[in-house]
C-alpha cells in the first residue's frame, strides 16, 4: 500500500505561539496571538455572510426562484447590505424584559459556536488550539448554545418566547446524548480524543467506511442529532416560524437578533465541518487504497481545500432538509430521540466496541 | 318528502304553526314559546331529521315593531329544506337558545345578539362575537345611528 | 346574561404545593403568521397542550350585511368578491343564482357552461394556495411557492378574461360581465395539460413525506355526527365522512350534465381533510376537461347593464358550494332595487367554530396543523 503522505505534521497557532514565547520572541507570540483573534473574527464575519448568501440562494433555486439579485453580481453583495441594515436599525428591549439577561442571550449563544470554532482543524497548520481532550470540550462547550436560548427566550418576558426556549431546552439536551453516543464511535475507532490526531488517524480510510454499517450509521445519528441540536428544520420547533411566531427571538431586533442568526450560521458551520473531522476525515485527502496514481492527484489539492469542501457539502445537505421536509411536532420530536436514536446509538457504540475488539475493519490497516 | 307532506308532518308535531308565505321554500311561523320543543322534535324526529343548521339570521321589521328571526335548516339525510320564522316584540327581544339542538346556533345566535340585541335564553356564553364587548348599539338594527354613516341613496 | 370576554379568561390559581402548574391564556394572532390574516385565538394552554380555544373575530369585519341594504343587487356581487377571496368566483355566483332565482331570470347554456368552468378553475386554484400554505404552517416553506407558481397560471387565465386577478366582478345577475377570451379555451387547456403532472408531484413531494403524514395522521378528529351540528360544509364536513355536496345534492350551473365523483375522507383528521382537498382537484379537472370543449354559443349577459334589476317581495336563500364549503345567500326583498335585509351564511365562519371541538387535549403545533387543515379564510368569516 502506497501512502505518500500519511504523516502530515501539525502545527496550531497555540503551539506556534507558545514556541515563539519560548524562544523569548515577545513580538512574534503576540502577533501570533493576534492574529489568531483577527482571523477568527474575519473569518465569522465572511463565514455568515457567505452561508446566508448560500441559504438564500440555495432556498431560491429549490424554489424555482432567483433569489437576491440586485445588490451586485446576482446579489453578491446582499448579506453585506442585510447586516448593515441590521447594524443600522434601532435596538428595542422590551419594557418588561430582563434587561441584562435579554443582552447577554444573544452573545451567549454567540459565544459557544465561537468556543468550538478554535478547535477545529482546517488543515494542518491551521488550527487555532488542539487539545489532547478535543471531543470532550467540543461535546461540553456546545451545550451552552441552549443556554443563550433558554436565557434569550426566558428574558423577553413574552409567553411565546418562553415556549420555544423551554422547547429548544428539552430538545437540545436530548439530542446531546445521541450525538455525544456517535461521537464515542469515533473515539473508539481513533483511540484519541485530540482532533488533530483524529484527522491523523483517518488516512487510510474515513471512519464513516470503518467496521460496515457502524461508521455510517454513526454518522447518520450524529447529524440528524446535529441538527436538532441546532435547531434547523425538520426539528426547528423553538422558532417554528408559524408555531410560535418565532420562537425564543420573537422580541429581538436589530444586531442582537443578527447574532442570535450568526449564531444559528456558525453553528451550521461547526456541526458540518465536525462531522466532516470526525467521519469524512477532516482536512486529509481523499484515498483509495492501491491506486496510487490517483492518491498522488489527490494530495495535489491542499488539505485546507479538502476540509472546505467536506463541510461545504454538509452544509449544503443541512440547508437541502431545511427546504424540503416539514416540522416535526414537540412530542415526535422526543420519541425520535429517546426510542429510536438513543437505543440504536447504544447498540451501534456496543458494535463498534466489538469491531475494535476484534479488527473488524471495512478497509484493510498496515 | 315534499313541501305538503312535510307541512303535514310538521302540523302533526305542532299545530300552533302556520305557513309564512313569500318565501322561495317551506316556512312556517311557530310561537316564540313554543320554539325550543319544536326545534329539538325537528331534530330528533326520524321521518324529519333536520340535522343541519345552516344560518340564522333576523330581521328588523321596525315599522311592525317586531324582528323575525330565521332558522334554515336542511335534512343531509332526507335532502329537505324548511324556514322557520319566529316573531318576537321588538322593545323585548327575547328567545329561546336552540344551541344544545345544533352547536353551531351558539355562534349564529351569538351574531344575532351583535347585530340586533336578541337576548338568547339559556344560551352557554352569550357575548358580542363580531363587535367589541363594550360597542354601543346594534348596527343590523334599520334605526341604528353613528357617526359614521352613510344615509340611503334616494 | 351577557358577559365578555375578561370574564372567560381570567387566569385560574396555581394549586399549591411547590411542584404545581398552573394553566395560562395566551393569544394566538390577531397577529399570528397562521391564522392566515387578523384572526385571534385565545388559548388556554397547560404547557403545551391546548385546553380550550377561545375564538375571538371582528377584526376585519366591515358590515358588508349593512352596506349590502345600500347596495343594488347588482352592486352587491363586488362586496362578495371581498369575502373568500379566493373563491371570489363563485361568491358572485352564489349572489347571481339567488337574485336569478328571485326575479326569474332565465339563463342560456353558454352562461351556465362558463360559470360552471370558471368556478372549478377557481376551486382549482383556491386549493393550490391552500395546498401551499399547509406546507408552510408545517414548516416546509418550499410547497408554498411551487403552489403558488402553478396558481399564477390560473390566475393569468383568469386575468385575460377579467382584467382582475383577484376580485373578479365576473358572474353577474343575468350572465357573465364580459365574454371569455378568445385564447381561453386553449390556455385552460394547456393549463390542464401542465398542471395533471404537477398534482402528482406535489402528492410526491409533500403528501408522501413521513414527517407530514405525522403531523396529519390521526389528528383533529372531527366526527361525522359532530361536524354536521357544528355546521361545518365543504371539505372539511366530506372528509369527516359526510357526502354532501351540493353540486350533486341540488346541482346548479351544469353540475348535473358532467360526470364527477365527490371524495369522501372516512377518519375526519387533518389528513383526510388533505387528501379531500387533493382529490378535489382532480375531480375539478375532470369536469373541466368535459365542458371545455363544448361551450355553447350564446350571449354572454342577458340583462343589461343599466338596468336595475328588481326582486319581488319575499325571502329568498340561495347557496352554492365554494373551494371551502357552502355560500348561502338569504335575501328579504321588499320589491325594490335594493334589498331589505342581506345575511351571508359564510362557510369559513360556520367552519371554524368546529376548531373549539377539535383542538382540545392536541397541542399548540396541532393546533397550526388543523387550522390550515380547516383552510380559512378571515374576511370570510368576518364580513
Known amino acids: 500500500m502506497v501512502n505518500l503522505q500519511t504523516s502530515w505534521e501539525v502545527r496550531t497557532l497555540s503551539q506556534r505561539a507558545s514556541e515563539a514565547l519560548a524562544g523569548g520572541q515577545l513580538g512574534l507570540t503576540t502577533g501570533y496571538l493576534f492574529a489568531g483573534l483577527a482571523g477568527l473574527a474575519v473569518f465569522l464575519a465572511a463565514m455568515a455572510l457567505v452561508l446566508v448568501y448560500a441559504e438564500r440562494k440555495i432556498a431560491a433555486h429549490f424554489q424555482c426562484r432567483l433569489g437576491p439579485m440586485r445588490v451586485g453580481w446576482h446579489g453578491i453583495l446582499q448579506s453585506v447590505a442585510d447586516s448593515l441594515k441590521l447594524l443600522l436599525k434601532e435596538d428595542i428591549v422590551p419594557t418588561d424584559a430582563d434587561r441584562f439577561l435579554h443582552v447577554l442571550a444573544p452573545f451567549m449563544s454567540l459565544l459557544a459556536a465561537i468556543l468550538v470554532l478554535v478547535m477545529l482543524p482546517m488543515s494542518p497548520a491551521l488550527q487555532v488550539a488542539d487539545v489532547n481532550i478535543g471531543v470532550l470540550y467540543v461535546t461540553a462547550v456546545s451545550g451552552l448554545g441552549a443556554l443563550g436560548i433558554l436565557l434569550g427566550g426566558w428574558s423577553s418576558n413574552n409567553k411565546w418566547s418562553l415556549l420555544g426556549a423551554m422547547r429548544a431546552g428539552a430538545q437540545i439536551i436530548s439530542y446531546e446524548v445521541s450525538a455525544t453516543l456517535s461521537l464515542l464511535v469515533v473515539v473508539l475507532f481513533s483511540g484519541t480524543l485530540q482532533l488533530s490526531k483524529i484527522v491523523q488517524s483517518q488516512a487510510d480510510g474515513w471512519w464513516i467506511w470503518r467496521a460496515p454499517g457502524v461508521g455510517l450509521l454513526a454518522f447518520a445519528i450524529y447529524l440528524i442529532a446535529s441538527v436538532a441540536e441546532i435547531n434547523r428544520t425538520p426539528f426547528d420547533i423553538s422558532e417554528g416560524e408559524s408555531e410560535l411566531t418565532a420562537g425564543f427571538h420573537t422580541e429581538y431586533s436589530g444586531m442582537r437578533f443578527a447574532f442570535f442568526f450568526l449564531a444559528e450560521f456558525i453553528n451550521m458551520f461547526v456541526v458540518s465541518a465536525l462531522a466532516a473531522t470526525l467521519f469524512l476525515g477532516g482536512w486529509m485527502p481523499f484515498h483509495i487504497g492501491g491506486l496510487a496514481t490517483f492518491n498522488a492527484a489527490m494530495d495535489l489539492i491542499p488539505p485546507g481545500a479538502w476540509f472546505a469542501a467536506k463541510s461545504a457539502f454538509l452544509i449544503f445537505v443541512i440547508m437541502w432538509f431545511r427546504w424540503t421536509f416539514p416540522r416535526l411536532r414537540i412530542d415526535q420530536l422526543m420519541r425520535l430521540e429517546w426510542k429510536i436514536l438513543l437505543p440504536i446509538g447504544f447498540v451501534n457504540l456496543f458494535l463498534a466496541a466489538m469491531a475494535v475488539l476484534f479488527g473488524f475493519y471495512f478497509f484493510p490497516v498496515q | ?154 | 346574561m351577557v358577559s365578555t370576554l375578561e370574564d372567560r379568561v381570567r387566569p385560574p390559581a396555581a394549586a399549591g404545593g411547590p411542584l404545581s402548574t398552573q394553566e395560562f391564556f395566551i393569544n394566538m394572532g390577531p397577529q399570528h403568521p397562521s391564522t392566515h390574516g387578523v384572526l385571534r385565538l385565545v388559548l388556554k394552554l397547560d404547557g403545551e397542550t391546548v385546553r380550550e380555544v377561545i375564538p375571538v373575530l371582528g377584526y376585519i369585519h366591515r358590515g358588508i350585511e349593512k352596506i349590502g341594504e345600500h347596495q343594488t343587487y347588482r352592486q352587491f356581487v363586488h362586496l362578495s368578491d371581498r369575502l373568500d377571496y379566493l373563491s371570489a368566483l363563485m361568491n358572485n355566483w352564489a349572489v347571481s343564482l339567488t337574485v336569478e332565482k328571485a326575479a326569474k331570470i332565465e339563463l342560456n347554456d353558454r352562461i351556465q357552461v362558463i360559470r360552471t368552468i370558471m368556478a372549478e378553475l377557481q376551486r382549482i386554484q383556491s386549493h393550490q394556495l391552500w395546498w401551499g400554505v399547509l406546507g408552510m404552517d408545517l414548516g416546509a416553506f418550499t410547497p408554498f411557492l411551487y403552489g403558488f407558481r402553478d396558481r399564477e397560471v390560473l390566475t393569468d387565465v383568469f386575468e385575460e378574461t377579467m382584467g382582475a386577478r383577484l376580485t373578479m366582478n365576473y358572474i353577474q345577475p343575468g350572465g357573465l360581465m364580459q365574454d371569455i377570451h378568445p385564447n381561453f379555451v386553449e390556455r385552460v387547456k394547456s393549463f390542464l395539460k401542465y398542471f395533471k403532472p404537477k398534482l402528482a408531484e406535489y402528492e410526491e413531494l409533500l403528501g408522501g413525506n413521513v414527517i407530514l403524514q405525522e403531523r396529519l395522521r390521526k389528528v383533529g378528529r372531527l366526527e361525522a355526527k359532530t361536524a354536521v351540528s357544528m355546521g361545518a360544509t365543504g371539505p372539511v364536513l366530506r372528509a369527516s365522512g359526510v357526502a354532501h355536496d351540493l353540486r350533486k345534492k341540488e346541482p346548479y350551473g351544469v353540475y348535473s350534465k358532467v360526470a364527477f365523483d365527490v371524495p369522501v375522507g372516512t377518519m375526519g383528521d387533518c389528513w383526510d381533510r388533505y387528501w379531500v382537498r387533493i382529490e378535489e382537484m382532480r375531480q375539478s379537472m375532470r369536469i373541466v376537461e368535459q365542458l371545455i370543449d363544448n361551450i355553447p354559443a350564446g350571449k354572454h349577459l342577458l340583462v343589461k347593464p343599466a338596468i336595475v334589476i328588481k326582486v319581488p317581495q319575499g325571502l329568498y336563500y340561495g347557496q352554492v358550494e365554494t373551494a371551502r364549503g357552502i355560500l348561502g345567500i338569504f335575501v328579504v326583498a321588499d320589491g325594490t332595487g335594493y334589498p331589505y335585509r342581506i345575511h351571508l351564511r359564510t362557510p369559513n365562519f360556520n367552519n371554524l367554530w368546529s376548531i373549539t371541538a377539535i383542538a382540545p387535549g392536541l397541542r399548540v403545533a396541532d393546533l397550526v396543523a388543523i387550522l390550515s387543515s380547516l383552510d380559512i379564510v378571515v374576511p370570510d368569516i368576518d364580513r
Open chain 2, 1 to 154: 318528502m315534499d313541501n305538503e307532506k312535510l307541512l303535514a308532518a310538521l302540523k302533526t308535531l305542532e299545530p300552533q304553526i302556520s305557513v309564512r308565505e313569500n318565501a322561495d321554500r317551506l316556512a312556517v311561523t311557530v310561537p316564540c314559546e313554543r320554539l325550543g320543543a319544536f326545534m329539538s322534535k325537528l331534530k330528533l324526529e326520524n321521518a324529519l331529521r333536520f340535522d343541519i343548521l345552516y344560518a340564522h339570521t333576523a330581521i328588523d321589521w321596525v315599522a311592525e315593531n317586531r324582528f323575525e328571526l330565521i332558522y334554515i335548516l336542511s335534512s343531509l339525510e332526507h335532502g329537505h329544506s324548511l324556514m322557520v320564522c319566529v316573531s318576537i316584540p321588538r322593545d323585548a327581544p327575547v328567545a329561546p337558545s336552540v344551541s344544545s339542538i345544533w352547536r353551531i346556533a351558539e355562534w349564529q345566535e351569538r351574531e344575532v345578539y351583535d347585530m340586533f340585541g336578541v337576548l338568547y335564553r339559556d344560551h352557554p356564553d352569550l357575548r358580542r362575537l363580531l363587535l367589541e364587548d363594550d360597542w354601543q348599539g346594534f348596527p343590523l338594527r334599520k334605526d341604528y345611528k353613528d357617526d359614521f354613516m352613510l344615509e340611503k341613496p334616494q
